[in-house]
């Protein structure tokens, strides 16, 4: 890492008549500390000088320091953490403690070859069903080395990735299904308002399960029935979750239209929810809390859906699959693009397109009034 800065002194540089000199920020290649270097009256100059005093180092036979990987992703890790948001950090954070930190052990990153990185690629498609997510996690890490200029090259873009394979086959219930699933809700979770507002919520305005978990109730008007998302629930730093989080990008802020069956649902958890919370009506108050009127947890639904998929003989299911069930749903009965792309929160219809595979879904209100009648 070198970078050449500049700044100003009461003195004036003859090279351009003005009060500006430059400093080349790098790290020691004999301490791996970061130093800086001031004086100089052009970049040129500071960057030559910098080439030249390695250059100098290595004829006195100094060693340099050399970076173990694991040094270079811890390194990589701390940078992250003040550069991206909690829940991506606490991503990294856990590959980093279940899978960086063994690789390649306190071996020289430098040294670590083409070969090296084709044996972890191989290991990991015979673990795991997604392995090249988290090759791509190493290969920041040798990016980050390579900005650093501790390798001359990232072995990790040189390998044959593994081919995975991935099903075609969508993730969502099919009309006949949902309206099994709809009445099994409402059957099965007579007794549990809260479970039974949730996936019907899910299932009749697609969005997102964070989106659903982040919601308050003064953003829903039962009334006039429409809902504004405009936050999700996502992880802080410390991997707790929190309800305050963005959505997942500026087009996700969003209206939608509900209908009257699901405004009646909504209607009786928010009268149970003041009963099991023992507590007088505060607008402010998240809809789906846990015991204690904290956040819920992100694995509930998941376990709610799955013993609906069980007890009726359902297809398997996620809770983002009521999510494409919500489009996939919508194909026959309207083709308007736009319409659905702005109710799911795309940034464009050609989003949409690309996710569902040219799927035709439909207005906000008119797909709220079909969905919630099936």
């Known amino acids: 890492m070198n970078k050449v800065n500049e700044y100003r002194t009461k003195k004036v540089n003859p090279a351009n008549n003005k009060h500006i000199f430059y400093a080349i920020r ?5 301490t791996g500390k970061s130093t800086t270097k ?6 040129r100059e500071a960057k030559d000088w910098y080439i030249r005093h390695v250059a100098q180092l290595k004829e006195q036979g100094f060693e340099i320091k050399k970076i173990t990987f694991n040094e270079a992703a811890t390194r990589w890790l701390n940078m992250k ?3 991206v948001a909690g829940a991506t950090y606490c991503k990294y954070e856990s590959q980093y403690r279940n899978h960086l930190v063994n690789a390649f052990g306190n071996k020289i990153i430098s040294d670590i070859t083409v070969s090296d990185c084709q044996n972890l690629a191989n290991d990991f498609s015979g673990r ?3 392995p090249n997510k988290l090759l791509n996690t190493f290969s920041n890490v040798f990016q980050y080395a390579l900005k650093n200029q501790w390798i001359t090259r990232n072995p990790m873009k040189l390998i044959n990735r593994p081919r995975e394979s991935r099903s075609h086959k969508p993730n969502s219930f099919t009309k006949e299904e949902f309206q099994i699933f709809k009445k099994a809700v409402v059957e099965h979770y007579a007794d549990n308002p809260k479970a039974k507002a949730l996936l019907l919520l899910l299932g009749d305005t ?8 982040a919601l308050r109730w003064n953003k829903i008007d039962l009334e006039n029935r429409v809902i504004t998302i405009d936050h999700a629930v996502t992880r802080d730093f410390n991997n707790k979750l929190v309800s305050d989080g963005s959505t997942k990008n500026v087009y996700s802020v969003r209206n939608i239209s509900i209908g009257k069956n699901l405004v009646e649902v909504l209607q009786e958890w928010k009268n149970y929810q003041l009963k099991e919370l023992d507590t007088t009506f505060d607008p402010e108050r998240l809809v789906f809390t846990n015991i204690n009127g904290e956040v819920l947890s992100v694995a509930k639904p998941g376990k709610w859906m ?4 069980r007890e009726y003989g359902l297809p398997k299911v996620t809770v983002h699959g009521l999510r494409h069930t919500f489009t996939t749903l919508l194909i026959s009965h309207t083709g ?3 319409a659905v792309s702005s109710s799911l929160g795309h940034s464009n219809a050609e989003v949409t397109m690309k996710v569902y595979n ?6 906000n209100s008119k797909g709220a009034n079909y969905l919630d009648s099936l």
Not at 306 to 309: N, Q
């Open 26 to 30: 790098f790290r020691d290649p004999i």
């Open 38 to 43: 001031r004086g100089f009256t052009t970049k």
């Open 81 to 83: 953490r003040h550069t």
């Open 128 to 130: 795991f069903t997604r």
């Open 206 to 213: 697609g969005m997102r399960k964070g989106e659903a978990l």
């Open 306 to 309: 799955k013993t609906i998929e």
């Open 336 to 338: 308007n693009v736009n």
């Open 358 to 363: 040219d799927l035709h879904p439909m207005l």
